[in-house]
């Protein structure tokens, strides 16, 4: 099981990036996938999460800026990030679900995500 994170980098304050991350060698239809985030010096929070039905849920601090979304033929959950802040900084992770609980049982590597002020 592999879980593959691109899209991150620079951008100023109020710019955009579109995260994809890219599962393969696994069940991806039937789990909810969640992207993940860690800030220099605080420790990792969930920032959305996506059903297998395309329910969404997001942390209140993305809440209308952030939007999660899949494409389950091609095994891939997005974020797209608009209206970025600087405190949107950080290591991104994007995480498949285990069935029934909220926890994640793979993650892929991360990709940063840096705004500028």
């Known amino acids: 099981v592999q879980l593959q994170a691109s899209g991150g980098g620079l951008v100023q304050a109020g710019g955009s990036l579109r995260l994809s991350c890219v599962a393969s060698?696994?069940?991806?239809?039937?789990?909810?996938m969640g992207w993940h985030r860690q800030a220099p010096g605080k420790q990792r929070e969930l920032v959305a999460t996506?059903?297998?039905?395309?329910?969404?849920h997001y942390v209140n601090s993305v809440k209308g800026r952030f939007t999660i979304s899949r494409d389950n033929a091609k095994n891939t959950v997005y974020l797209q990030m608009n209206s970025l802040k600087p405190e949107d900084t950080g290591v991104y992770y994007c995480?498949?679900?285990?069935?029934?609980?909220?926890?994640?049982?793979?993650w892929g590597q991360g990709t940063q995500v840096t705004v500028s002020s």
């Open positions: 995480a498949r679900g285990v069935p029934g609980s909220w926890e994640y049982d793979y």
């Open positions: 060698g696994s069940i991806f239809s039937s789990r909810h």
């Open positions: 996506i059903t297998s039905g395309g329910i969404t």
